[in-house]
C-alpha cells in the first residue's frame, strides 16, 4: 500500500517513524509550514518535517489543504492507497477524503466521541478524567466524528502529566495504527461502506461516552487561578505541561510541578477542618517557605506545594530556590 502520512507535533513524528520501521511504504508526508520558535523566533520544521526528512520521504507543507490547489494536485497524482492523519491540525476536505482508493483514517488520542477536537490529551487531564485512549477511526467531513475501527484506553495516573500521558498514547496510536493497516490492506476492492462493514466499524453513536469538544488551548487557559481548588490547579498544571503559569511583582513563573499539602496520618475529616481554618487566608497567598518542603501556596480549598517551578529568564528550579530567587516572604501573594 501507498501512504501518505499528514501531521505535525512530536506525537504523529514518532506513529510516522513506527509506520516505516514496520516496512510500509509511506511516499509523501503533509505537514504544517515552519514556524518561528524559540527566544530567537527563528524558523524550525515541524516534528513531522525532521522525520520525513530523516527518512528521505518528500514533505509537502500547507497553510490551508482546503485553498492549496496546487498540493492538491501532487496528492491526486501521487495515487496513494491510503491517506494516515496523526494530530495534523487542519481539518481536511471532502475532496481530500475522497481521495485514495483505501479510505482516510485518523488516530485521535481520546476515547470518542469525548474530547474530539484539538486538545484531546490536555482536556482529558484538566478535566480529571478517570481513563483516555486512543481511536483510529474512518474519516469524514465532521470533526473527529467518523466510526471506529481501533481502540484502546489507559487509565490516567495522578502521576501523568501532559509530557508522560501524551508518550504513553502515542506508543498506543502507533500499534494500532499498525494493526489497522494490516485490516485495511484486505479491503482492496471494496466500496467504503463494504469496507467499513468488514472492518466492523463502529458508529460513535454507539460508542459509550458523551459527545465533547477539546478546544485549542490559548494562552489565557495557561494562566493559573488560585481562587479555584487545590486538585483542580494541580490536573491544569499537569495537563498544560510545562506552561501554566502565575505573576508575582509582574514576572511570569511556570509552575512545573505541584502536590497537594495532605498529612497522610491524619483522617479526611481532620484534614476538612484543617481546610476550614484556613479560609482566613486568601488563595495564591505563600504560607510557608522552607528548605525542607519549599514554597506552600494557598487555594480556595487547600494549600499545595510548588516543587519544580521557573522564574522568566531562569532554569527550572525546585521551590524553595524560587523563593530566593524572588525574594518572596510569606504573606506574599502569586498571581499579582
Same mark, same amino acid.
Given at each position: 500500500?501507498?501512504?501518505?502520512?499528514?501531521?505535525?507535533?512530536?506525537?504523529?513524528?514518532?506513529?510516522?517513524?513506527?509506520?516505516?520501521?514496520?516496512?510500509?511504504?509511506?511516499?509523501?508526508? /503533509?505537514? !504544517?509550514?515552519?514556524?518561528?520558535?524559540?527566544?530567537?523566533?527563528?524558523?524550525?520544521?515541524?516534528?513531522?518535517?525532521? *522525520?520525513?526528512?530523516?527518512?528521505?520521504?518528500?514533505?509537502?507543507?500547507?497553510?490551508?489543504?482546503?485553498?492549496?490547489?496546487?498540493?492538491?494536485?501532487?496528492?491526486?497524482?501521487?495515487?496513494?492507497?491510503?491517506?494516515?492523519?496523526? *494530530?495534523?491540525?487542519?481539518?481536511?476536505?471532502?475532496?481530500?477524503?475522497?481521495?485514495?482508493?483505501?479510505?482516510?483514517?485518523?488516530?485521535?488520542?481520546?476515547?470518542?466521541?469525548?474530547?474530539?477536537?484539538?486538545?484531546?490529551?490536555?482536556?482529558?487531564?484538566?478535566?480529571?478524567?478517570?481513563?483516555?485512549? /486512543?481511536?483510529?477511526?474512518?474519516?469524514?467531513?465532521?470533526?473527529?466524528?467518523?466510526?471506529?475501527?481501533?481502540?484502546?484506553?489507559?487509565?490516567? %495516573?495522578?502521576?501523568?502529566?501532559?509530557?508522560?500521558?501524551?508518550?504513553?498514547?502515542?506508543?498506543?496510536?502507533?500499534?494500532?495504527?499498525?494493526?489497522?493497516?494490516? %485490516?485495511?490492506?484486505?479491503?482492496?476492492?471494496?466500496?467504503?461502506?463494504?469496507?467499513?462493514? !468488514? =472492518?466492523? *466499524?463502529?458508529?460513535?453513536?454507539?460508542?459509550?461516552?458523551?459527545?465533547?469538544?477539546?478546544?485549542?488551548?490559548? %494562552?489565557?487557559?495557561?494562566?493559573?487561578?488560585?481562587?479555584?481548588?487545590?486538585?483542580?490547579?494541580?490536573?491544569?498544571?499537569?495537563?498544560?505541561?510545562?506552561?501554566?503559569?502565575?505573576?508575582?511583582?509582574?514576572?511570569?513563573?511556570?509552575?512545573?510541578?505541584?502536590?497537594?499539602? &495532605?498529612?497522610?496520618?491524619?483522617?479526611?475529616?481532620?484534614?476538612?477542618?484543617?481546610?476550614?481554618?484556613?479560609?482566613?487566608?486568601?488563595?495564591?497567598?505563600?504560607?510557608?517557605?522552607?528548605?525542607?518542603?519549599?514554597?506552600?501556596?494557598?487555594?480556595?480549598?487547600?494549600?499545595?506545594?510548588?516543587?519544580?517551578?521557573?522564574?522568566?529568564?531562569?532554569?527550572?528550579?525546585?521551590?524553595?530556590?524560587?523563593?530566593? !530567587?524572588?525574594? &518572596?516572604?510569606?504573606?506574599?501573594? =502569586?498571581?499579582?
Amino acid at each position: 500500500m501507498k501512504i501518505v502520512f499528514w501531521g505535525t507535533p512530536k506525537y504523529a513524528a514518532e506513529n510516522l517513524n513506527s509506520i516505516v520501521k514496520a516496512g510500509h511504504e509511506v511516499i509523501a508526508v /503533509v505537514t !504544517q509550514p515552519d514556524k518561528k520558535r524559540g527566544r530567537g523566533k527563528s524558523l524550525s520544521p515541524s516534528p513531522v518535517k525532521e *522525520a520525513a526528512e530523516d527518512l528521505s520521504i518528500p514533505v509537502y507543507s500547507t497553510y490551508s489543504i482546503s485553498k492549496d490547489q496546487k498540493t492538491k494536485e501532487i496528492l491526486i497524482n501521487l495515487k496513494a492507497d491510503v491517506y494516515l492523519v496523526v *494530530a495534523f491540525g487542519q481539518i481536511l476536505p471532502k475532496e481530500i477524503l475522497d481521495q485514495p482508493n483505501l479510505g482516510c483514517w485518523n488516530s485521535h488520542a481520546s476515547l470518542l466521541p469525548a474530547w474530539r477536537g484539538a486538545a484531546p490529551i490536555q482536556w482529558s487531564i484538566i478535566n480529571d478524567d478517570a481513563k483516555t485512549g /486512543v481511536c483510529i477511526m474512518s474519516m469524514e467531513e465532521g470533526l473527529d466524528t467518523g466510526p471506529v475501527i481501533e481502540q484502546e484506553s489507559t487509565i490516567i %495516573k495522578d502521576t501523568d502529566n501532559l509530557e508522560i500521558l501524551t508518550n504513553r498514547l502515542s506508543i498506543m496510536s502507533s500499534k494500532l495504527l499498525l494493526i489497522s493497516l494490516e %485490516k485495511i490492506k484486505l479491503t482492496k476492492g471494496l466500496n467504503k461502506s463494504s469496507r467499513l462493514n !468488514q =472492518l466492523n *466499524a463502529i458508529p460513535q453513536t454507539k460508542l459509550k461516552g458523551t459527545p465533547s469538544y477539546a478546544r485549542q488551548i490559548t %494562552k489565557e487557559d495557561n494562566l493559573i487561578d488560585w481562587n479555584q481548588k487545590a486538585r483542580k490547579i494541580i490536573k491544569k498544571i499537569k495537563g498544560l505541561y510545562p506552561n501554566a503559569y502565575t505573576y508575582y511583582n509582574s514576572k511570569r513563573i511556570k509552575i512545573l510541578e505541584v502536590f497537594i499539602s &495532605f498529612d497522610k496520618n491524619q483522617s479526611k475529616e481532620s484534614q476538612d477542618i484543617k481546610s476550614q481554618s484556613n479560609k482566613h487566608i486568601i488563595p495564591g497567598e505563600i504560607v510557608m517557605i522552607n528548605k525542607k518542603n519549599g514554597l506552600k501556596i494557598m487555594t480556595k480549598d487547600y494549600p499545595i506545594i510548588i516543587k519544580y517551578a521557573q522564574l522568566e529568564g531562569k532554569k527550572p528550579t525546585d521551590g524553595y530556590t524560587l523563593s530566593i !530567587q524572588t525574594n &518572596f516572604s510569606i504573606n506574599d501573594k =502569586l498571581g499579582v
